[in-house]
């Protein structure tokens, strides 16, 4: 076994890369929803307790990842499904079809009309978001900073 220290350590460095590339994609999917600015106090909160609920659920053996989910990287997590992370290539398996789709992430109401965001924590976990109009304002989630699937 060698004893040769490097410079850094190998997971800070992923870490960091990971972290990267989130605010690249941050980026891109900000111009797509045209959203420069965090999504304000009461939504962030609302982000920031399904991450934790999230991260309650991993740490007790609940989630189940993608399988290219062990290195770090960017990752996802729909507010629908807090027991499936995806990374960037696997998004696609966190979609919803029919009435389901159109079910507010918050009070659980099926709407015609479901406006979708993109919040993130810990600059690492994008936590996407479908609310009815009565959330989004209630959120206080600026109009112009959701977009309507
Ligand atoms: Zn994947
Ligand atoms: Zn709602």
Do not use: K
């Not at 941050?26 to 609302?46: H, K, Q, T």
């Not at 399904?50 to 729909?78: K, M, S």
């Not at 789709?101 to 993109?118: L, P």
Request: contains cysteine; aromatic residues 6%; charged residues 20%.
């Amino acid at each position: 076994m060698s004893n040769r220290r490097r410079a850094g350590s190998p997971v800070a460095d992923q870490v960091a890369a990971a972290i990267g590339e989130s605010r690249l994609i941050f980026g891109l999917e900000a111009e797509r929803v045209g959203r420069v600015a965090p999504l304000g106090a009461a939504a962030d909160a609302w982000v920031l307790g399904i991450y934790e609920d999230v991260n309650r659920a991993a740490a007790a053996g609940l989630v189940d990842y993608c399988q290219h989910a062990a290195n770090p990287r960017p990752l996802h997590v729909g507010a629908w499904n807090r027991r499936l992370v995806v990374c960037s290539a696997c998004v696609g398996l966190l979609r919803l079809y029919g009435e389901e789709d159109r079910r507010c992430d918050r009070c659980a109401a099926v709407v015609e009309t479901i406006m979708t965001t993109t919040g993130w924590a810990e600059n690492v976990l994008f936590v996407h978001i479908g609310l009815c109009w009565d959330c989004t304002v209630e959120l206080g989630v600026p109009v112009s900073r959701a977009v309507v699937a």
